[in-house]
């Protein structure tokens, strides 16, 4: 409870760790913890999403093999034959779809290249800690030290991470489109049309 008495008194804080009822930021602890929680989810979802570009790179690259591979132009040769407007139409939809969709996982395999691209991210900086004042002050002084220093690497990370998740998730819709638009030709193709 705070009082008259209690303001001018100094902040102790137990052996065992235990702030004192007459503490000045008696949740300091927990919020360094808060901070910190915050802190380490957000250098994990920025680890996680080097992972997972490295896995739809990956992903594009083994398609894009197998598109390239099965590229099947033989419909374009008709064009010069005598095909009425119906399919000429197909055939054309039907190349026009191919180079769509392969053109969508090469700029794909850019954009995840791209993400893969080394930046240098806002980190806490550990040695600051190693500061003499610092150790002279009580547990609740150093908390909240802590707490500026995460929240301000936070600031700076946060919008970091989210840039690249954004780009990430554009790219993803990309390549699937590629995908959707290359199946659409190879249906084509095989169907006859």
């Known amino acids: 409870m705070y009082t008259k008495e209690s303001a001018g008194k100094d902040n102790t804080t137990g052996i065992d760790g235990s702030i004192d009822s007459k503490s000045r930021y008696p949740s300091a602890q927990f919020l360094v913890d808060a901070c910190f929680n915050d802190y380490q989810r957000l250098q994990g979802n920025y680890s996680k999403l080097y992972e997972k570009t490295n896995f739809a790179l990956a992903f594009v690259g083994v398609i894009l093999t197998i598109m390239l591979g099965t590229l099947n132009f033989s419909s374009l040769s008709k064009i010069a034959g005598n095909l009425n407007v119906g399919q000429l139409l197909l055939t054309l939809i039907e190349a026009g779809c191919c180079i769509c969709g392969v053109g969508l996982l090469l700029i794909s395999a850019i954009k995840f290249l791209y993400l893969l691209k080394g930046k240098d991210i806002p980190v806490f900086n550990s040695v600051n800690v190693r500061d003499t004042e610092l150790y002279r002050e009580d547990n609740e002084t150093a908390a909240m030290w802590l707490i500026e220093k995460y929240t301000l ?3 700076e990370l946060r919008p970091i991470v989210e840039k690249k998740q954004k780009i990430f998730d ?10 959707i638009l290359y199946s659409i030709s190879v249906i084509l193709q095989k169907g006859g049309f």
Do not use: P, Q
Request: charged content about 0%; proline content about 0%.
């Open 153 to 155: 690497v936070v600031y």
């Open 170 to 179: 554009s790219t993803l819709t990309m390549t699937i489109g590629g995908i």
